[in-house]
């Protein structure tokens, strides 16, 4: 019997948009986030509970979530990420304006707590734990969504002179955070022209050419993207039961699973822990447990025959 693993492949539908959007404060980013349809609006930094905001999300269908409900602390954030994947609700994009304001946030947070303790990175630790589970909740996430960043030079060493020199500008946030998504879309706006221009800077959808500048308006993205899937309803996914969460603890101890392999797992199942798998993850890791149970029984009956 062959070992590879490799499947043929599988043709499926486009999915919802996730992506990012970044730029100098006032561009239009905000404005063209809340666009989308039914947006849930997570706002770090309290500056869209102006009145021409909240009336943009009320005609979009949209609820609001400040500074004050929680919006500054990535745990209440991912929680209501899994709570938005998990449960019935009429909402269709999620919205953090911004992901720098709580990441940076998060790590000053930390700098204070170590004090003269803070060295090789240490305060950014626990702010990209975090920004890792958030990933893994947007992929799970059957919404669009819009992580809204601010923007930070980026810098690279001029074979001439051998200075740094700004060769353009990219989020300010963790970077990693972008390989995650399928569409990054810097922001600019000339004067008072509107709608804003997007030029892509990231991409893995074919409506979206890497370099390509677009005007920034919720007509034009919908109509490379494709508005049915992006107004499409929510599906949820049904988490692991208690007794599915219990089983696998119970076999994870008898077969002395290692931390690394138990890793493994929750990666390919895009959890952080067991009780966060989709049933349908939980069933397949009792099964595979389960096997390697029974082949360490044939294991040990060969063994003794021998």
């Not at 990441?103 to 303790?117: N, P, S, W």
């Not at 990219?170 to 706006?189: G, I, M, Q």
């Not at 008072?192 to 074919?206: D, E, H």
């Not at 390919?268 to 029984?297: F, N, P, Q, R, Y």
């Amino acid at each position: 019997m062959s070992r590879l693993k490799a499947k043929a492949p599988e043709l499926t539908g486009t999915g919802k948009a996730k992506g990012m959007l970044y730029g100098a404060s006032g561009v239009g980013k905000t404005w063209f986030a809340l666009t989308f349809p039914a947006p849930y609006y997570i706002d770090t930094e309290g500056g869209a509970d102006l009145r021409h905001y909240q009336e943009r999300l009320k005609a979009s269908g949209g609820a609001y979530m400040g500074p004050e409900d929680g919006a500054l602390d990535f745990n209440t954030i991912i929680d209501q990420m899994q709570t938005l994947a998990t449960e019935q609700h009429p909402y269709k994009t999620l919205v953090v304006d911004s992901i720098t304001k709580v990441y940076q946030a998060t790590i000053a947070q930390e700098q204070e707590r170590l004090g003269d303790k803070d060295a090789f990175g240490a305060s950014k630790k626990p702010a990209v734990a975090a920004m890792r589970r958030l990933a893994n909740w947007a992929t799970r996430l059957d919404m669009n969504i819009w992580f809204i960043a601010h923007e930070t030079s980026e810098w690279a060493l001029d074979a001439t002179t051998n200075q740094r020199v700004e060769i353009g500008k990219a989020p300010d946030v963790w970077d990693k955070l972008v390989y995650e998504l399928d569409l990054t879309l810097w922001v600019r706006r000339t004067g008072a022209a509107y709608p804003a221009k997007a030029t892509v800077r990231k991409s893995r959808l074919t409506g979206f050419p890497n370099g390509e500048t677009f005007q920034l308006t919720y007509e034009d993205f919908s109509g490379r993207y494709g508005k049915d899937f992006i107004e499409a309803a929510a599906k949820t996914v049904t988490l692991a039961s208690s007794e599915q969460v219990a089983e696998i603890e119970r076999l994870v101890d008898l077969l002395k699973i290692t931390p690394e392999d138990a890793e493994k797992v929750l990666t390919k199942a895009g959890a952080d822990t067991w009780a966060e798998m989709s049933t349908e993850h939980a069933a397949k890791t009792v099964a595979w447990l389960m096997g390697k149970i029974k082949g360490e029984e044939t294991t040990g009956k060969k063994g003794a025959k021998s």
